[in-house]
């Protein structure tokens, strides 16, 4: 199986240069326990992803592609969760076809990228610490990254527990995990201008709609000089494809429906009939396109070693939190919404005084004692005509 795990031990010296790193030791159980996840499990490529620091554990996080037809189990697992969850709801609405129901109709929920494309491209795997078995995280969902963006939770090492956040997340600490994994990987991950490049039999109509999405090694590719590459950064481009603020890499229409919806539905829509598509700048930007966070620069490059082969490599060392010049300040909440609209039908009337209390009884007892009175001239017109 390809797998870049020879490049762990010679990268993690050289980053080791520059200051940063993981250190001898902890570098070559990583590689050893990176060895047993390639083992154990049908995997084409294993890249170790980096290190994120938690309160009470850290993890380490392996990016893996699986061969071809091996991640078969995982979609068939949760179409039979889907199948359960349509036929509950069947159930649930067969139950309650007696009580009224709410005008109120939900937005369309977002869907998320299929196995092997966008931000679910890659799996991944993390364990607390070398040696200790690993276990892969869920796939990611448009939702989870939306609300990642919004909130900023210290990781505490426990896949399990819950983030109490506003607003709130939907999933767990390996959900939110999988979520910073996706963010940080698609705004850090770069590599040498030329490096890359597109393939030759992708059509023009891929990128009318919405750029390419995949990418292949030059072999053609010679090389750059190492002090160009640090003292310009139009020599790095970003190969990850960006995250739109849909929460997915390629735009989906939320209102955009098919024959059956459009025969259905009513001739008054609430909803517009257009959206404008999201688009984000394409693979293989160049950095130095990024833009600046409050006048500081969003890249920074030094020279650790003249020594350095043509070579490059990525991974993440940090509490997967993205920099801010300001501390973080939640949202605020959502203005109160007006529940009725104001008005005469729902306005609480004044109480009444003794006096007028007393005047309505009054009018009420005579309206009372003038009924009675016509039905006693009733009953005695009828007797006489009886008479």
Avoid at 9 to 17: D, G, L, P, T
Avoid at 65 to 94: C, Q, T
Avoid at 342 to 352: A, C, Q, R, V
């Amino acid at each position: 199986a390809e797998s870049s795990l020879p490049n762990v031990m010679e990268s993690a010296y050289y980053f080791e240069q520059a200051g940063v790193g993981l250190g001898t030791d902890e570098t070559y159980r990583v590689f050893l326990a990176l060895k047993q996840l390639t083992d154990t499990h049908p995997i084409q490529r294993c890249r170790f992803w980096g290190k994120i620091l938690g309160l009470e554990m850290n993890y380490i996080v392996a990016e893996v592609e699986f061969r071809d037809g091996e991640d078969e189990e995982e979609v068939e697992e949760e179409g039979v969760a889907e199948e359960r969850d349509d036929g509950e709801s069947e159930a649930g609405e067969g139950e309650e076809d007696d009580l009224p129901k709410p005008l109120y109709k939900a937005p369309q929920a977002i869907p998320k990228e299929e196995s092997r494309t966008g931000t679910n491209k890659y799996v991944y795997f993390v364990c607390n610490e070398p040696g200790r078995p690993w276990v892969k995280l869920p796939p990611v969902t448009p939702a989870q990254i939306v609300t990642a963006r919004k909130i900023k939770k210290f990781f505490t090492g426990r896949l399990d527990a819950a983030i109490i956040s506003y607003p709130p997340f939907p999933g767990n600490e390996s959900n939110y995990l999988r979520a910073q994994i996706a963010r940080i990987s698609a705004g850090t991950q770069v590599s040498p201008l030329g490096f890359y490049q597109f393939g030759e039999e992708e059509g023009e109509e891929e990128e009318v709609e919405g750029g390419r999405d995949s990418y292949e090694e030059n072999p053609d590719f010679e090389g750059i000089q190492v002090i160009d590459l640090v003292e310009s950064l139009s020599n790095w481009v970003h190969h990850v494809q960006y995250i739109l603020p849909q929460g997915r890499c390629t735009w989906f229409n939320p209102i955009q429906k098919n024959e059956e919806e459009e025969e259905e539905e009513d001739e008054e829509k609430e909803e517009p009939d257009y959206i404008e598509q999201e688009v984000g700048p394409p693979l293989l930007t160049p950095i130095s396109e990024d833009l600046d966070i409050q006048n500081i620069p969003s890249w920074t490059s030094r020279l650790s070693s003249n020594l350095i082969p043509q070579k490059f490599e990525n991974f993440y060392i940090g509490w997967g939190h993205k920099y801010s010049v300001a501390d973080y300040t939640p949202p605020g909440l959502p203005p109160v919404s007006q529940e009725y609209p104001s008005g005469p039908e729902i306005t609480e009337m004044d109480d009444p005084s003794v006096d007028e209390e007393q005047a309505f009884r009054t009018t009420q007892e005579a309206i009372v004692h003038s009924a009675e009175e016509s039905e006693e001239t009733e009953d005695e017109d009828e007797d006489d005509d009886n008479d």
